[in-house]
């Protein structure tokens, strides 16, 4: 199908985008995907899952990073079901340990008290080490330094509708810098500094924060608390050179230093929601409709038949998590938009 002869979605719509043309030139973008060598057959699922509805008719290249070195299974597999070119990367220790300015003591007692309140993957330092990478290292691997886009893939998901059009190429044309499927709540308890944090950080730093943003997406008082609500970030798709910034580093390192990604467990979802929703303009964030995608255990189906029909989609509308008022965030993003609701979406 020629992406401009496309229906568009609701949401595409309202922003007034625009598909790009299948030029058959390649935008500098892979997707990124961090795994490790155990999680090889939950990830092969997802790669076809993207090969076939997405990457089939574009051909990117693809990232795979690793705090260990790859196994010969692994690379062979993962290289057979990519249509682009692979990359395999080690991650450098200083990307993956615990930094001299942290408080082992504290942050033994931090994951103690997370042991206690029964929070998920509350006692998991690698689960940490993760975060971390994920807000404030990945884009820095030096496999990444050609390219200005990336896709986030991680084991498990699924893409329930075929995407058309390059979506690097449309983050170009439409100059948007951060793309999400799905939002919702964070667990409080993983991250009960990071908003003080981020205020001090503001204050500090007013420069940095973007005049027309999305702060009602993130708070419902004008920034005196934060309300939850992030970006789900296993699906991302990003500009590199947001994260690059002046701006985003400033924050990161900042946050570093405060160490919550040890003494708590800040979340690569909060952190990059907050940083996007403020230190870029609400322009250039992206609700991606029409794709459909799952990964445990969440769901995004198209509310719009029509839609759902042309892009083959393969999900039950009724598993749809979109919506939902509770607990998860997309409302929230469309009020802060001033977007109306799509069609055969109900006010609550
Ligand atoms: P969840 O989505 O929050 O439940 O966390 P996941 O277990 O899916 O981890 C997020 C991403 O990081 C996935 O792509 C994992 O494959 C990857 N990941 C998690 N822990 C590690 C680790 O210790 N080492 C490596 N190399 N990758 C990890
Ligand atoms: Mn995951």
Request: charged share 30%; aromatic share 18%.
């Amino acid at each position: 199908i020629d992406p401009q002869t496309l229906q568009k979605p609701h949401a595409d719509k309202v922003q007034k985008v625009e598909y790009p043309v299948n030029d058959g030139k390649r935008e500098k973008a892979a997707f990124v995907t961090l795994a490790r060598n155990s999680d090889l057959w939950e990830l092969a699922s997802s790669i076809r899952h993207v090969e076939d509805r997405f990457n089939r008719r574009f051909h990117y290249d693809w990232v795979f990073l690793n705090d260990k070195p790859f196994d010969d299974e692994f690379i062979r597999v993962t290289s057979a079901l990519t249509s682009g070119k692979t990359k395999y990367g080690h991650i450098s220790p200083k990307h993956w340990s615990v930094p001299d300015w942290i408080d082992e003591d504290k942050a033994a007692k931090g994951r103690q008290k997370m042991i206690d309140d029964k929070v998920i993957y509350g006692d998991s330092v690698p689960y940490r080490h993760m975060c971390r990478f994920e807000s404030g290292f990945f884009f820095q691997n030096e496999l990444l330094n050609d390219y200005e886009y990336y896709w986030r893939v991680e084991p498990e998901i699924r893409l329930f509708c075929d995407i058309h059009y390059d979506v690097f190429k449309f983050m170009r044309l439409n100059k948007k810098k951060y793309g999400f499927i799905l939002s919702m709540s964070e667990y409080e308890q993983t991250i009960p500094t990071l908003w003080k944090t981020t205020k001090e950080f503001i204050k500090k730093y007013p420069k940095y924060v973007k005049e027309n943003n999305l702060m009602d997406f993130i708070s419902d008082d004008q920034g005196e608390t934060y309300n939850m609500c992030h970006f789900w970030s296993n699906f991302e798709i990003g500009s590199l050179d947001f994260w690059r910034s002046d701006a985003y580093q400033a924050y990161f390192n900042y946050l570093d230093q405060a160490g919550g990604f040890f003494y708590e467990r800040w979340g690569d979802a909060p952190v990059h929601s907050i940083a996007a929703a403020l230190f870029l303009d609400k322009s250039e964030v992206h609700f991606f409709d029409g794709v459909g995608y799952y990964h445990p255990n969440f769901y995004s189906c198209p509310a719009e038949e029509n839609i759902r029909i042309q892009n083959q989609c393969v999900c039950n509308p009724a598993d749809d998590n979109t919506w939902w008022d509770y607990f998860f965030c997309t409302r929230k993003y469309f009020e802060a938009q001033k977007f109306p609701l799509p069609p055969g979406v109900k006010e609550v």
